[in-house]
């Protein structure tokens, strides 16, 4: 076997590998002898076929089958031993042209797109901002009161108020025109903060064993939640008139807690904050740090387009569509690539900077890492649902879980090496902290 590449610029190259009869006779025929023993055909006793008939049958299968394999195995092995920098993958030229029937040689060619060279040592002198979210006490007020409704108490009341939670029985108005839900009747339950505002004013104050009439068509914004809520799909939502009689069963009001030792046991954690004081730093910090987290993702993007500016790198772009449709599952036409290609392109450029980022700073992380990364990840899960102080029976238990389960796996790994890369772009960057609000901030990112 013999390999070789031949480069037509910087960018762009062909692979050829030249494949002889030597190189797969001994595995066709160790194929053709297993058949021999497996197959089963009329007039022969089982495994008695005689090799002729066989590599009549099967030999031209079984002789490509095994080329294709030699070349899955060494395409990708000489170019990593080689340590050619390839951007995508190897696109086959085609092979229609071989005689598979009569031939012993064969020589196969594949295109390949070139890693431009990336000088990250280049010196930059431009500075780029990273935008630091204040919290401020507005943002710190709304959270505490966010969390004080969250761990609440629920009680029953006899007259509806506004936010309330109602549970009930709705009726189908019957209709000659509906007549698909005629005799349709159902138990739901909803919040006050659901429905719109002219149903709000029917039905606050509104006692138990009341009832109203609702169009779940118009008296609710989110169509999806109404066909849940109802178990219809969404043609019946479309279709058919929505009005129901709804008869009030129960109605539940959420207490919210003080801002109090109870309220800071359960959401820091029993004991751990003594005072107000504390507890508002704590929440203050919790927050800095999940926007932090977003000033990250941020200044991670503005930090990717300005390398692409300032390294100006060149891409084999025609390589690179062929690429894209060779990979593509479905068939992609030139006039949608040719609108998405800038897109591409710059995914590519971000990729190829990552890469070179890992591999001159040597990123690399062990099991420790990779366990701490999963931790934090299940603790930013249970503190988006208020719960700051989750046991570490718990934390440890979801962790585990995400460890063992491979994609979870690469995700986290995914994002300690995001983490790491951001880290490399801080200390070699420019960098000019801004301070701004959160509001600002969503207003830069949408």
């Not at 002789?63 to 990708?76: F, P, R």
């Not at 003080?258 to 203050?284: A, C, H, P, T, W």
Request: net charge positive.
């Amino acid at each position: 076997m013999k390999i070789s590449i031949e480069k037509s610029d910087t960018l762009n190259a062909v692979l050829s590998i030249f494949i002889e009869f030597n190189d797969y006779v001994d595995k066709v025929n160790s194929v053709i002898i297993d058949y021999q023993k497996k197959s089963d055909l009329p007039g022969f006793r089982k495994g008695k076929i005689p090799q002729g008939i066989i590599k009549k049958r099967y030999g031209k299968l079984i002789k490509i089958d095994e080329i294709n394999k030699l070349l899955n195995d060494n395409v990708y092995k000489y170019i990593e031993d080689n340590k050619v920098n390839i951007i995508g993958g190897p696109i086959p030229l085609s092979n229609d042209t071989q005689n598979w029937d009569n031939a012993s040689d064969y020589t196969f060619k594949y295109k390949l797109g070139l890693c431009p060279e990336i000088n990250l040592s280049k010196n930059i002198k431009k500075t780029i901002n990273y935008y630091k979210i204040n919290v401020g006490k507005p943002l710190i007020d709304n959270y505490i009161k966010n969390l004080s409704h969250q761990f609440g108490n629920l009680i029953e009341v006899k007259e509806v108020k506004d936010n309330d939670l109602l549970y009930g029985e709705i009726d189908y108005i019957k209709s000659k025109k509906n007549s698909k839900l005629n005799n349709y009747s159902k138990n739901i339950s909803f919040s006050i903060s659901k429905i719109s505002s002219s149903l709000k004013h029917n039905i606050i104050g509104n006692k138990i064993n009341n009832s109203i009439l609702i169009d779940f068509k118009n008296d609710f914004d989110d169509s999806n939640f109404v066909c849940s809520k109802l178990g219809i799909d969404n043609k019946t939502f479309t279709n058919f008139d929505l009005k129901f009689s709804f008869k009030i069963l129960k109605i539940q009001r959420n207490i919210p807690l003080n801002e109090d030792q109870n309220l800071y046991d359960k959401v820091i954690g029993k004991n751990l904050v003594k005072n107000k004081k504390e507890f508002r730093l704590s929440i203050g910090a919790k927050i800095q740090s999940n926007f932090d987290i977003q000033s990250d993702s941020k200044f991670y993007d503005n930090a990717m387009i300005f390398l692409i500016k300032e390294l100006k790198l060149e891409l084999p772009e025609q390589f690179l569509k062929e690429w894209i449709k060779f990979r593509s599952e479905k068939e992609i036409n030139e006039k949608e690539l040719d609108e998405n290609i800038n897109y591409y392109l710059k995914n590519f450029k971000i990729e190829l900077i990552e890469n070179e980022i890992v591999k001159s700073s040597k990123i690399s992380f062990n099991k420790d890492e990779i366990l701490s990364e999963s931790k934090s990840f299940i603790r930013r899960q249970f503190e988006s649902y208020g719960q700051l102080n989750p046991s570490d029976e718990i934390i440890n238990k979801y962790s585990d879980e995400i460890i063992k389960n491979d994609e979870e796996s690469k995700k986290i790994k995914e994002s300690l090496k995001r983490k790491k890369i951001i880290k490399y772009l801080k200390k070699n960057i420019n960098i000019k902290e801004k301070k701004i609000s959160y509001e600002e901030f969503v207003k830069l990112i949408q």
